[in-house]
């Protein structure tokens, strides 16, 4: 029941810049790390940038371009992307480690979710 939708995606021109949305939806307790990924075709999955109770950690490839950040009352991480460049081109995908109750509130249940993904194209 509970979903994680990005949103944001699309094509822009190199140098340019684009933002990124993750929404959580659905009923949950507490949404704990929130992570960005990013997947190009016939490449390895990488972290793009997550937030934790540490902090903010980023991937070295986007380091000083890219900044996440949560909004906890909107259930809402964002990524906002700057000096994109076409090695970023990729499918985005957005992570959370959601905590949940049981219907009779004796226990709480981790649940790793991943979104749809939103595609990210960067042209030069």
């Known amino acids: 029941q509970v979903r994680l939708v990005e949103s944001g995606g699309g094509s822009v021109k190199a140098g340019g810049s684009l933002r990124l949305a993750c929404v959580a939806s659905?009923?949950?307790?507490?949404?704990?790390?929130m992570a960005w990924y990013r997947q190009a075709p016939g490449k390895m999955r990488e972290l793009v940038a997550a937030i934790n109770y540490d902090g903010t950690t980023y991937g070295d490839s986007v380091k000083g371009r890219f900044s996440m950040t949560r909004d906890n009352a909107k259930n809402t991480a964002y990524l906002q992307m700057g000096g994109l460049t076409p090695e970023d081109t990729a499918v985005y995908y957005c992570?959370?480690?959601?905590?949940?109750?049981?219907?009779?509130?004796?226990?709480?249940?981790?649940?790793?979710?991943w979104g749809q993904g939103t595609q990210v194209t960067v042209t030069s």
């Open positions: 992570k959370a480690e959601v905590v949940s109750m049981d219907v009779a509130w004796t226990r709480t249940t981790e649940r790793e979710l």
């Open positions: 659905g009923t949950f307790v507490t949404l704990k790390s």
